[in-house]
Each structure stands twice: as C-alpha cells, then as structure tokens.
C-alpha cells in the first residue's frame, strides 16, 4: 500500500508540474515538450530572449528560463531565471560563469528579479563581471517567479537554485564553461556560501570560490528575540518583514511544525500580506507594528530550534574552495558583527576566508564599493588550476 500511495504522489506531482509549465510558458517562450518521465534538475522546460531594452549594460545577450530544481526537502520544484553572455567571442573553452544570486525583493512571484531590467546600482557586481568577460547566471530561487512556494533563506534550497540555473543555462548555450565562481549579496550572500558549499550536488562543474556580500547569517539565532511583549522598536519593526518571509519558507518546508500556530491572529494576517508585498511594500507596513504583537508564543521549542538550524544555518564545515566575504562598517540590516562571527566559524571549519570591510558602507552601499576588489578576486579564482 505504501508503494502504491508513492507512486501515486509521484504522478500527482508530474500532472502539477507540467501543468505549471504551460502556464509558464505562455508569452512568447519557446516551450520543451514535457517528458513522460520527470527529467534532471537543471532541465530547461521554456525559455525566452531577454528584451534588448531589459539588458544589463555589458550584455550582449539575455536569455529567461524556467527550470527544474529541487526545494529544501529534495522534492521537485520550479524555477526561473536569466543569464547573460558578454560582448565578443567565447574563449577556448568557453566563457567562464559568475552566478549572481539575488538579495531580498520578497517572496511573491510579481517580486522576481528576472521581470525587470537587472545591473543598477543594487547589482553592479553583475553587470561588473559580464564588462570583464563573464558570463552571468542569476537564478529567481525555486517559487519566486514559478509556480511552488518560494523559500526564503532555505539553505539547501537556494544551493540547488543557483547550481541548477548554471546547468539549465549551458544546456541552452553551449559556449558557457563548467568552470564558475559564486556571488552573491544579503539574502544571496547567503545562498552563494550554500552553492559552495553543496558544489558537489553537480560534479560536473567546477567551482573556483566564492564572493559573498553581507551574507545573512545566524537568523536562527535572532528569531526567539520576536517573541510576546516585544514592544515597538521604530525603524527596526522593519526586520518583522524578513522574519515573516521565512517563517513562509519555513513553514512550507516543514508543515509539521504548525509554524502559523505560533503567531497571533494579528500575525497570521501579516504572515498573509507577506506573501503578497515585495519588501520594498512591506517594511513601511510595520512601522509602527510592535513585533512582539505578531507572537502568540516565543520559538523556543527544542523540535522548532532544530529544523530552523537544519533550514537556514550555514554549515560550519565542509568547504572545498576560497572564500571572500565583504561587509560594510555601517550596515544595520547585516550587523558587522555577525559577519565577523560567521568568518570565524568558517575559518574553524577548516576554510579559506577573506574578510574585507568597507568604512562608512552601510548594506547596499558595499555592493557598489566592492566592485573592483569583487572582480579581482573573480579573475584570481578563474586563474586558479
């Protein structure tokens, strides 16, 4: 019986997914014919040309997909994103690929990254890296932008994202190498350190570092500060919006934890309105929104604390390759400090880090002053044999 109810869930599955591909594939994206069998992670099911006018300023082409991915749990799952290729002609080998992974834009499918123009300010180490020669990778993350459920800060989820993106990108264009760097900031600082660290997840390619800007880190430690009682703390109310989005991904990624049990009626609605805001809407919500207000209990449970360290806690060991972290003095989302403790637990860990703080750079300020040390530690890694 309990083969039966597997089989059945598989093919449950299958029916959603293709199901999900054409309506996905709608608008112009040329779609695959969907197989009888459920093909590999990193299977192109449609893509589209990315309109010239939505192009990062040292793109020569763009291309959308959507792709098939893995969540948190290992289960099937959707995503989008896009890459880009640079000006001129691939070398020997092909052209070298940075995977950029994206910060915070929040967790409805309208907030993806790949709907709007990419490489301003918030993501000049993108459009950086394709002037200097790269081509570029920049996945949405499973959900946001697909059908599914988008998991915020899901370590092994946003690892899969990332890799599979590079996979679906060089089964659509053959001059992308297997050879690639991770980069991300915030949010993707976050999911470039998981990408690195389960780069075996896709043997065939070869990864050369990793460059994380401002990772989020230790969130699992700073959740059972919102708990019942905690008063309004003006500009820092805003961080309800971040807890929000992950209790989503988490809850999504472990239903048996009743994770809306633990919220207040109160919160239960703004839990809501998180799944539907971009956080650029949804932080001026909690103004004046006392975070302890959201709680009807404290995350302290023994059972709860394991399956968010198991859901977002970066690893502590198991590093293959260089790692360099940049952090801004002035930071108030990422706190320096943080960033320190993290570099210390990968470096007991037996990994390689760089550490390099910017004065005066607060959280999006350090993406735009690191550029020109991001790409030298690029082409140093790509220079590594």
Request: glycine share 10%; with cysteine.
């Amino acid at each position: 019986m309990r083969a039966i109810v597997q089989v059945m869930r598989i093919r449950l599955r299958s029916a959603a997914i293709a199901t999900s591909l054409a309506v996905v594939a709608g608008g112009g994206a040329v779609a695959m014919d969907a197989p009888a069998v459920a093909a590999p992670a990193g299977s192109v099911l449609s893509r589209s040309a990315v309109a010239s006018d939505l192009l990062p300023a040292h793109a020569a082409t763009g291309t959308k997909v959507l792709y098939r991915t893995r969540d948190q749990a290992g289960r099937d799952a959707l995503s989008t994103g896009v890459f880009y290729t640079p000006r001129g002609t691939a070398p020997a080998g092909g052209w070298p690929v940075v995977s950029w992974a994206h910060g915070t834009t929040g967790i409805a499918d309208r907030c993806a990254p790949s709907l709007r123009k990419r490489g301003g300010a918030n993501e000049a180490p993108l459009d950086a890296a394709l002037a200097a020669g790269y081509a570029v990778t920049a996945t949405d993350y499973s959900g946001l932008g697909a059908p599914g459920t988008a998991e915020y800060l899901a370590g092994r989820s946003a690892a899969y994202s990332v890799i599979d993106m590079i996979r679906a990108a060089r089964t659509v264009d053959g001059r992308l190498s297997n050879r690639w760097v991770s980069l991300g900031h915030s949010q993707g600082g976050h999911a470039a350190l998981f990408a690195a660290r389960y780069a075996l997840y896709a043997p065939e390619l070869a990864l050369r570092g990793t460059v994380a800007l401002a990772p989020a880190a230790y969130l699992e430690n700073l959740l059972p500060a919102l708990a019942p009682g905690v008063p309004d703390v003006g500009k820092f109310n805003g961080f309800s919006a971040l807890f929000l989005y992950l209790l989503s991904g988490l809850d999504h990624a472990r239903p048996d934890l009743d994770v809306p049990g633990y919220l207040t009626g109160k919160g239960r609605e703004y839990l809501e309105r998180a799944r539907q805001l971009c956080v650029t809407e949804l932080r001026p919500v909690f103004q004046h929104v006392a975070p302890g207000s959201l709680v009807a209990r404290p995350f302290i449970d023994p059972r709860f604390s394991a399956a968010l360290r198991d859901y977002t806690s970066i690893p502590a060991t198991g590093w293959s390759t260089p790692i360099r972290i940049e952090q801004g003095t002035a930071d108030q989302t990422v706190m320096p400090l943080s960033t320190t403790l993290l570099t210390a637990q990968l470096r007991a860990g037996g990994a390689s880090v760089t550490e390099a703080q910017y004065p005066g750079a607060d959280h999006m300020g350090v993406v735009t002053r690191a550029v020109p040390d991001i790409i030298r530690t690029v082409q140093g890694y790509f220079a590594r044999r």
